[in-house]
Nanobody, 115 residues
Framework: QVQLVEFGGGLVQAGGSLRLSCAASGSIFSITTMGWYRQAPGKQRELVARITSGGSTNYADSVKGRFSISRDNTKTTVYLEMNSLKPEDTAVYYC?????????WGQGTQVTVSS
């Protein structure tokens, strides 16, 4: 049974920073692709950042240069460092694991950026 639990959301002023964490249960974490998605009210869920088992990363254009994804396989945790936050970054952020061809999701954590 795979469980993904996110931590670190909250309210921050524009220009501020937040760090999200996602702790994953289950084995074979090190060979899975981990990602962060977000969904703003009235919008579709979108990819924010992804990191493969080999450490390759990709980012949405809207967050390049501001956000950084990383993983610690020893702690089975993935992180999203978010800097220079903007009001348009406000959304529920979801942790995702692509594991043996299946997608798993966390419950989501709210990030609110005030102007």
């Amino acid at each position: 049974q795979v469980q993904l639990v996110e931590f670190g959301g909250g309210l921050v002023q524009a220009g501020g920073s937040l760090r999200l964490s996602c702790a994953a249960s289950g084995s074979i974490f090190s060979i899975t692709t981990m990602g962060w998605y977000r969904q703003a009210p009235g919008k579709q869920r979108e990819l924010v950042a992804r990191i493969t088992s080999g450490g390759s990363t990709n980012y949405a254009d809207s967050v390049k240069g501001r956000f950084s994804i990383s993983r610690d396989n020893t702690k089975t945790t993935v992180y999203l460092e978010m800097n220079s936050l903007k009001p348009e970054d406000t959304a529920v952020y979801y942790c995702n694991q692509l594991r043996l061809g299946r997608n798993y999701w966390g419950q989501g954590t709210q990030v609110t950026v005030s102007s």
